[in-house]
Nanobody, 124 residues
Framework: QVQLVESGGGSVQAGGSLTLSCAAS????????MAWFRQAPGQEREGVAT???????RYADSVKGRFTISQDNAKNTLYLQMNSLKPEDTAMYSCAAVRSSWWCLLSPNHYDYWGQGTQVTVSS
């Protein structure tokens, strides 16, 4: 009974910042991966960032240096800090999770649980 609920999306101008949150419930594992994905109209779903049990992170090349993934285990919340936003960052952003994973991948097929998504729109 895993539930993921995203929040924090909205509309910003290019160069601005947003922080997305993903509240998780019913999620317990000694090893796990959490991740953010995004999908723009007419495009395939793209892996944005992942974070594992040990805090190790991975990022898509398109967001390296601009986005930061983090987690607060006490609050069961995943975050995505997005800085220097560009119009091409416009997409529906979803959080995802998988249990018992030794490696955290940027592939959507790797994840079993998904939130509903939150829209991020960046205007020029």
């Amino acid at each position: 009974q895993v539930q993921l609920v995203e929040s924090g999306g909205g509309s910003v101008q290019a160069g601005g910042s947003l922080t997305l949150s993903c509240a998780a419930s019913g999620y317990t594992s000694n090893r796990y991966c959490m991740a953010w994905f995004r999908q723009a109209p007419g495009q395939e779903r793209e892996g944005v960032a992942t974070i594992g049990t040990d805090g190790g992170t991975r990022y898509a090349d398109s967001v390296k240096g601009r986005f930061t993934i983090s987690q607060d285990n006490a609050k069961n919340t995943l975050y995505l800090q997005m800085n220097s936003l560009k119009p091409e960052d416009t997409a529906m952003y979803s959080c995802a999770a998988v249990r018992s994973s030794w490696w955290c991948l940027l592939s959507p097929n790797h994840y079993d649980y998904w939130g509903q998504g939150t829209q991020v729109t960046v205007s020029s």
